[in-house]
């Protein structure tokens, strides 16, 4: 099945730890972005590539590094985990053609950082 | 700054109509976007518009006018799966989204 795969679904960690989620699509899109998303907030865009090998600051992107070594994988890392990134991450792809702007989520990832 | 408001949460009756408003201030617009999320599931596509007026799919109708910087999404017929939250965004002038905080729709039979 088409779409995008996001792994781990949930994750406890503990402060100072180093943690990357994966992120995965197989429809060859040239787009894709992680966002994070709190209660009473919209989402906020982490990082984003506009194709491989190129990526992008976004909104909220300390603490933060992506890597976008193909068209298919999109992985995002904290490096020293700190209770303020205790959030929804969701991965997102689009087709980038046009500015119609449709994105394509994961199903999300919930880290509790303690 | 740029700035999306919408309600934070609404209550409708089954089989009914409800409007869900978004009003929008942006460095610039290339399109607004409205997106259903199911609570703890993925945020899913619903409508763009770019032009003013009405776009009509189903039972669900998404309408825009620029020079107001306002949008509002209009279920009709509701049913109970439509309970979810619905989110409003806006594509600014850099092409990047910003997104409101969402409306939560509760459905009561």
């Known amino acids: 099945i088409a779409g995008i795969t996001q792994a781990p679904t949930s994750q406890i960690l503990a402060a100072g730890r180093r943690m990357t989620l994966r992120c995965t699509q197989d429809?060859?899109?040239?787009?894709m972005y992680w966002y994070r998303q709190d209660l009473g907030l919209g989402l906020r865009l982490i990082h984003y590539?506009?194709?491989?090998?190129?990526?992008g600051k976004g909104e909220v992107p300390d603490g933060y590094s992506v890597s976008r070594a193909n068209t298919d994988d999109f992985p995002l890392t904290l490096a020293s985990a700190v209770p303020s990134q205790t959030s929804v991450y969701f991965c997102?792809?689009?087709?980038?053609?046009?500015?119609?702007?449709?994105?394509?989520f994961g199903e999300g990832s919930r880290l509790t950082v303690l | 700054g740029q700035n999306i408001d919408q309600p934070t949460e609404m209550t409708a009756t089954e089989g009914a109509i409800v409007q869900i408003n978004c009003t929008y201030q942006?460095?610039?617009?290339?399109?607004l976007f409205w997106y259903q999320q199911h609570a703890g599931e993925a945020p899913t596509f619903l409508s763009y518009?770019?032009l003013d007026g009405l776009e009509e799919k189903g039972r669900f109708s998404s309408f825009l006018s620029r020079s107001k910087g306002y949008s509002y999404l209009l279920l009709k017929e509701l049913q109970m799966k439509d309970s979810a939250s619905y989110l409003c965004?806006?594509?600014?002038?850099?092409?990047?989204?910003?997104w409101g905080a969402g409306t939560k729709l509760i459905i009561k039979p």
């Open positions: 965004a806006v594509m600014d002038s850099n092409y990047q989204l910003i």
């Open positions: 997102a792809s689009s087709d980038g053609q046009g500015n119609t702007g449709e994105l394509f």
């Open positions: 942006t460095s610039g617009f290339n399109g």
């Open positions: 429809m060859r899109h040239n787009a």
């Open positions: 518009n770019v």
């Open positions: 590539s506009n194709t491989a090998g190129t990526t």
